[in-house]
């Protein structure tokens, strides 16, 4: 199991079906997970070959969360901007 977490096509296989969970799911959550899974897997070419899997879940949480921040600052609404309505639509 072990031997399988450092194989990079793993990572890149979960990022791709988290991917796929975020289209059904949409709120850039299961996207930012995606994008730390994706880091990390094209990372398993170079320097983290020999990094043991406690650390690879470590950098992947890490990236995962600056993922999640950075796409939630890019896609959100302005700061105290709010949605109102000025008359029914019925009308």
Known sequence: MTELLTTW???LAAA???V???TLV???VF???A???AAVGLMLFGPLQLVS???LFLIFAAFSLVAWLVLRRLFSLP???VKTFDRDIND
């Open 9 to 11: 096509w793993v990572w």
């Open 16 to 18: 791709l079906v988290l």
């Open 20 to 22: 796929i969970l975020e």
């Open 26 to 28: 949409p709120g850039f």
């Open 31 to 33: 996207l930012g997970f």
């Open 35 to 37: 994008i730390g899974a």
């Open 53 to 55: 899997p406690p650390m």
């Open 79 to 81: 700061t105290g901007q």
